[in-house]
């Protein structure tokens, strides 16, 4: 079964940078791109951005374009997101959602990882 | 960028029917797909490409999606269906990317 398997809670002060893990199992790694997505305390979701786990491109939304970077190791069918220069309006939950190609040009997550906490506080 | 507006609450009795309305401009042209959140867990997909439903989602969910509003409608509520819901769309414009609903809380009375 796909599972999407991320790293554990961090805690970071502000202007520090944090890397998150998120393994992929149960399907063809190469095949599916991924997306981040955050979750503030009480808020809605929002898109970070996607990386194609096959030819390492990435797309990065404006509000983040020079403090994230996403990779993969596709040795350990795992991606990573970094985010630099933390703030506090970046403590959220931090998910992996597994790409899915819908119609009239969309996309859309069916698999998600569990969630990972990030709470920048100095 | 493109804004996705949905009601902050529904409540809704067990067994009736709860409706929960994802507003956006012309959001007829583009897909709209639904996600469940429950309390400290994951968001998980219930309804994709405004009316189909994933393999595992009960019959109880439906979609729609015409002109301005896109409509969630969830049949014979349970008190297991009591858990925050959001629509998606990808936007293509200059910024392209997901673009997620405000969220609605629904409420098992």
């Known amino acids: 079964q796909v599972q999407l398997v991320q790293s554990g809670a961090e805690v970071k002060k502000p202007g520090a940078s944090v890397k998150i893990s998120c393994k992929a199992s149960?399907?063809?790694?190469?095949?599916?791109?991924m997306h981040w997505v955050r979750q503030a305390p009480g808020q809605s979701l929002e898109w970070m951005g996607i990386i194609n786990p096959s030819g390492d491109s990435t797309s990065y939304a404006q509000k983040f374009q020079g403090r994230v970077t996403m990779t993969r190791d596709t040795s350990t069918s795992t991606v990573y997101m970094e985010l630099s220069s933390l703030r506090s309006e970046d403590t959220a939950v931090y998910y992996c959602?597994?790409?899915?190609?819908?119609?009239?040009?969309?996309?859309?997550?069916?698999?998600w990882g569990q969630g990972t906490l990030v709470t920048v506080s100095s | 960028s493109y804004v996705l507006t949905q009601p902050p609450s529904v409540s809704v009795a067990p067994g009736k029917t709860a409706t929960i309305t994802c507003g956006g401009n012309h959001i007829g042209t583009k897909s709209v797909h639904w996600y469940q959140q429950k309390p400290g867990q994951a968001p998980v997909l219930v309804v994709h490409?405004?009316?189909d439903r994933p393999s595992g989602i009960p019959e109880r969910f439906s979609g729609s999606n015409s002109g301005n509003t896109a409509t969630l409608t969830i049949r014979r509520v349970e008190a297991g269906d009591e858990a925050d819901y959001y629509c998606q769309v990808w936007d293509t414009s200059i910024d392209p990317g997901a673009v997620f609903g405000t969220g609605t809380k629904v409420t098992v009375l």
């Open positions: 959602g597994r790409d899915i190609p819908g119609e009239k040009y969309s996309y859309y997550f069916d698999y």
């Open positions: 490409d405004d009316s």
């Open positions: 149960g399907y063809t790694f190469s095949n599916y791109y």
